[in-house]
């Protein structure tokens, strides 16, 4: 199969090293020469280009831009492929990406492949990136089943675990699982950096060990990103939010009215919620 | 030396055995015959007994039980040891401690080691658990200063980075770094837990990652001890919890007034701050 990755960073050059290595020929698309030419270097597309027109003989095409990026190059893409490719993007939100795109483009299935490095660009992509990790594709009552399918087939071959659901559910499972956690880790940080007396800041950053590190990490993490996943998810985040604010309220009134017995309850339910997430 | 450990779980176990392996006596107590044989058979102490009167002849002895026994087990070791014995504890909270046993004895100093696993008991005690890990001495004014010289001597030994600081100082610090982050994670579980839609639930379970991972670790970890620290350390996390609620309520106005731009500047600010934590 031909296949077309527009945006070569971390998740276009290790999808790119997957699909190269079962066998598909690979064409990238970069604003940047440099980045088309590491993609070339490191065996990451067959061939790359900084046009849009090196995707004329595609089947499917991976839009791997940000978000914002995401509807505006599907809109050029459209005069260069032919009516039956299949478009997929790999965006974290995808009710906004999918309302956008549907009008656009019949063959449109949305995607979200979950892995992720703590860096990103075409250096750090490396083969097996997406192996055992949650893929998720939100196609909607319009997107043709054979589409779905071929998408489906290619996902599965990178042994993703794939699942199907609806744009709408995907966000507000995310906003869970993704999205509050980065609020929730980042108020912790800032409530942290409102400590005014400087001998208990300095004890504090000196004794902090895992369980600060791992409280805080996701909120420390890239900003930008932070701001996208806010803003394309702002509604379901917005209601994960004031239920997060209603569970620390009722938190702080047991501490409050040291009622022990009932923070034991509730941190004994804790415990067993989240064994639930890993069983 | 002769060194008497009281209570032989996790840190008394692997106390012992550090301590043994730099040529010092130990002598063990604890409460269940079991946990003496395991303790003898595993090198961690010399010998072991359920009673306190084992302890007559030591220099130093570790109280290493839960907080709220510390004062009643000093209590009854008074009859038993010599006046000029140097007794500390490992307890997670300091005022508290502090303030009920100096007046019982003088060369107390209270102490806490900042090393631990996710399982407690002597079977999971190690050697070199101590190891590069932050060990707090907290003497207050009355504190004969030839007691901290002489349990800063051995703490240094263990090859930990020894901290003196005031007790009080220790329980802010710990507020921000180890009790708070317990609330903030329980609080994400149990934000989680309310959602009513059980396809989005059981989807959120299935694709919850790294970030949830760590985000919700030690609000799903041991409900007793989650309890004891809020118990303990109930005004100061109390404070923390206020002005965490405050950070949130602040990130929450900037969602719900789409504020971009200010998002992106706090989460900046957030990941600024965090790096001071681990440079």
Redo the contacts between chains.
Sequence with gaps: MNIGIVGLGLIGGSLGLDLRGRGHKVLGVSRQERTCQIAIERGAVDDASMLLSILTDVDIVFICTPIFAIAPTIKQLIPIISPDTIITDVGSVKRAVVEAVTPLWQNFVGGHP?AGKEYNGIEWAESGLFAG??Y?LTPIDTTPPWAVKRLEEIVRSLTS?V?L?HPE??D???A???H????????????????T?L??LK???????S??????????????L??MM??YN?DF??K?????????????EL??Q?D?QG??K??????E??????S
């Design positions: 979950m990790n949650p998720v675990h699942y659901c559910d995907h507000r499972a995310v869970w699982i993704s509050l956690p980065v609020i929730v880790s980042a108020g912790l940080i800032d409530a942290c950096m409102g400590e007396d001998v208990v004890l504090a950053q000196q004794l902090a060990s369980g600060f590190r791992d409280t805080s990490r996701v909120g420390g993490g890239n900003p930008e932070g701001v806010a803003r702002r985040l917005h994960s939010l004031l239920s997060y604010r209603q569970s620390i309220d009722n938190l702080i501490v409050e040291e022990w923070l034991e509730r941190l004994q339910q804790t415990q919620t989240r064994s639930q997430f890993y």
